[in-house]
């Protein structure tokens, strides 16, 4: 039993995807209330960000495209998928949420 919220699919020990290269994996994140492991999110994330939209709506329906590609992604939670999607894009991306400076206040 998996009880990282890092789950990555059967593969290679180690690899955190299905051995086949991809950069796949699959990661466990709260939508809706409920633990959803969503396949191939850090390279979902990865290629938002490289991106640059520079708008909120944009990037967040591209989250979403994205990762129904690879996931199943049911018509009523589209909403809550979004919110979690961005969740966890607003963690990894420093341009929304700036670090301060040392030594200011």
């Known amino acids: 039993m998996t009880t990282s919220s890092d789950a990555s699919s059967s593969g290679t020990p180690g690899s955190g995807g299905c051995g086949c290269g991809a950069g796949g994996g ?3 994140i709260n ?3 409920s633990p959803i492991g969503i396949n191939r999110l850090d ?10 939209f520079g708008d909120e709506t944009l ?7 994205l990762a129904k590609a690879s ?3 049911p018509r ?3 909403v809550a998928y979004e919110e979690a999607l961005w969740r966890e894009y607003s963690k ?7 670090r301060p400076k040392l030594g200011t206040r």
């Open 26 to 28: 699959v990661r466990i």
């Open 92 to 98: 990894s991306n420093p341009r929304l949420h700036p």
């Open 59 to 65: 990037e967040r329906r591209e989250l979403l495209r």
């Open 43 to 52: 390279a979902i994330l990865s290629a938002v960000k490289a991106a640059v």
């Open 76 to 78: 009523g939670a589209e």
């Open 71 to 73: 996931n199943y992604v």
């Open 31 to 33: 939508v809706g209330g």
